[in-house]
């Protein structure tokens, strides 16, 4: 019988699993996890040594996402499907420290993410935020979701973020049905922004033992090439705005940081404009 525990909400959490957005917290430094959490990061470290490396700018190119798109497009509304547990520098926090108006909805489908994230993560004044839980497989449910449709202004623009979460939706169709149902919400001038994990940059062993189903945890993530991705992002009126189809840490590096070479960090990053 799983292990669980329950939190403020009544909700169950399943700690004799591991969970991707407590896995990841692990790789982050966080101690929002449990043992089989780490079990399963862990083994995939043992694996994909640079496996942090790859956690920490998956997570840089959020907020510098998040920057580009307050500072230089005048966003003021994001959808963060797949937020995970509370770091520092969250999306809110990053778009608020600019513009204080900003809105924000989080949502992911563990229990213990919503429970932090409505105890930690607290809007400015002027701004505001919501945490629902959903999945981004049924991505009607996201748009239909009470506390969102109170939340964001669908018909103004909305940036997307579905940052290290489409590599969890391993059917093809389904991760296209999930873009194009989200972005076909939204108006022009809204944006989609994500990351993905791919096998592209890695040694032949290495990806081989990724997939082997053999190393525990690493087969719940599907890696996809780069032409892969690119066509997640075809159609829905999606343009890329520059650098295009990145290694996450090479999009737009801060000018004092020095990337890590792409084989260190694996994962795709791109942001494209609703047309």
Do not use: C
Not at 60 to 79: A, D, K, N, P, W
Request: aromatic letters at 6%; a negative charge.
């Amino acid at each position: 019988m799983p292990n669980a525990t329950g939190d403020s909400n009544g909700s169950t959490v399943d700690t004799s699993t591991a969970h991707p957005a407590r896995r990841y917290n692990y790789w982050l430094g966080g101690k929002d996890n449990f043992a089989a959490d780490r079990e399963s990061a862990d083994a995939i470290e043992a694996v994909f040594p640079h496996i942090r490396t790859a956690a920490v700018e998956n997570r840089r190119f959020l907020q510098r996402v998040v920057r580009v798109l307050t500072q230089e497009h005048g966003i003021r509304q994001f959808l963060d499907v797949g937020t995970g547990l509370p770091t520092a520098d969250n999306t809110h926090q990053v778009a608020q420290r600019i513009e204080p108006s900003s809105r924000v909805v989080y949502v992911d489908n563990d229990p213990l993410v919503l429970t932090h994230a409505r105890a930690l993560l607290t809007s400015a004044p002027e701004g505001r935020t919501a945490y629902i839980s959903a999945d981004l497989r049924d991505p009607e449910s996201i748009l239909a979701h009470a506390d969102l449709v109170a939340t964001l202004d669908l018909s103004r623009p909305v940036a997307v973020m579905l940052i290290a979460v489409l590599h969890f939706v391993h059917d093809d169709d389904q991760a296209d049905k999930a873009i194009a149902t989200l972005m076909g919400a939204l108006p022009p001038g809204s944006f989609l922004a994500l990351t993905h994990a791919t096998a592209d940059f890695l040694p032949p062993e290495i990806a081989a033992a990724l997939t082997s189903g053999k190393v525990r945890g690493a087969s719940s993530f599907e890696g996809r090439s780069g032409a892969q991705v690119a066509r997640l992002l075809d159609g829905n009126g999606l343009e890329l705005i520059e650098p295009g189809l990145t290694v996450v840490s090479q999009w737009r590096p801060d000018p004092d940081v020095t990337p890590p070479p792409a084989e260190h960090v694996s994962v795709y990053g791109a942001v494209a404009r609703k047309l």
